[in-house]
Nanobody
Framework: AQLVESGGGSVQPGGSLTLSCAAS????????MYWARQAPGKGLEWVAAINSYGMTTFYEDSVKGRFTVSRDNTKNMLYLEMNSLTPEDTAIYYCTRVRDPSEVVKLMGDRGQGTQVTVSS
């Protein structure tokens, strides 16, 4: 199984970015997916999760209303649209697969190598 994130970069506060995750080597539609992030000097935290068919989503409180997670099972792709970015969103963002939603808050699962997002003026 392989998960490859892309789309990170540097953006000014208030800006937007969309992250992508290309999945391969497994049946993508069998898995819940979530995005996790790790800010400099801080622990890993989950930010957005989506069920296997894309009908149910969950968000960590600090990103609600600003981030949108989505997936395209025909393309084996996961996305994270991020708007109104703040410096507190600066982190490495990881795409992660899990079998069960209970694994999201436990930060379990297989994840990719991550993509860096930097929000700075």
């Amino acid at each position: 199984a392989q998960l490859v994130e892309s789309g990170g970069g540097s953006v000014q506060p208030g800006g937007s970015l969309t992250l992508s995750c290309a999945a391969s080597g497994f049946t993508f539609s069998d898995y819940w997916m979530y995005w996790a992030r790790q800010a400099p000097g801080k622990g890993l935290e989950w930010v957005a999760a989506i069920n296997s068919y894309g009908m149910t989503t969950f968000y960590e409180d600090s990103v609600k209303g600003r981030f949108t997670v989505s997936r395209d099972n025909t393309k084996n792709m996961l996305y994270l649209e991020m708007n109104s970015l703040t410096p507190e969103d600066t982190a490495i963002y990881y795409c992660t697969r899990v079998r069960d939603p209970s694994e999201v808050v436990k930060l379990m699962g297989d994840r990719g190598q991550g993509t860096q997002v930097t929000v700075s003026s």
